[in-house]
């Protein structure tokens, strides 16, 4: 069964960096397409970043800039490094997986996805 699992997430000052990571049981990460999503509290799921399985990678406005999504398929994980955070990113972090995603838009909905991760908590604080 294939189990995507988050990590990297934490307590930290706000204009602090952390990448998270997501890692993959049976599942080859250069085969799929790839989003990160948060969810704030009382808010709805967004997508943050999303790579394709060819590499193409995209960042809404809200975070383009600070936010950098990767594949290191040696070690077969996709991260997502934040930089300059702020208190409204703090959530929860997730990552979703989807079979030969070549097309960004294959990867915008949550619901989407073939495979979702359970997430991963950021607290920024002021």
């Keep these: 069964q294939v189990r995507l699992v988050e990590s990297g997430g934490g307590l930290v000052q706000a204009g602090g ?45 809200s975070v383009k800039g600070r936010v950098t999504i990767s594949r290191d398929d040696a070690n077969n994980t996709v991260d997502l490094r934040i930089d300059n955070l702020k208190v409204e ?28 991760g359970q997430g991963t908590q950021i607290t920024v604080s002021s």
């Design 17 to 61: 960096s952390l990448r998270l990571s997501c890692a993959a049981s049976t599942l080859t990460f250069s085969n799929y397409g790839v989003g990160w999503f948060r969810q704030a509290p009382g808010k709805q799921r967004e997508l943050v970043a999303a790579i394709t399985m060819g590499g193409g990678t995209y960042y809404p406005d």
């Design 89 to 116: 990113d703090t959530g929860a972090y997730s990552c979703a997986a989807t079979y030969k995603a070549i097309r960004l838009a294959s990867l915008i909905r949550w619901e989407g996805h073939n495979y979702r």
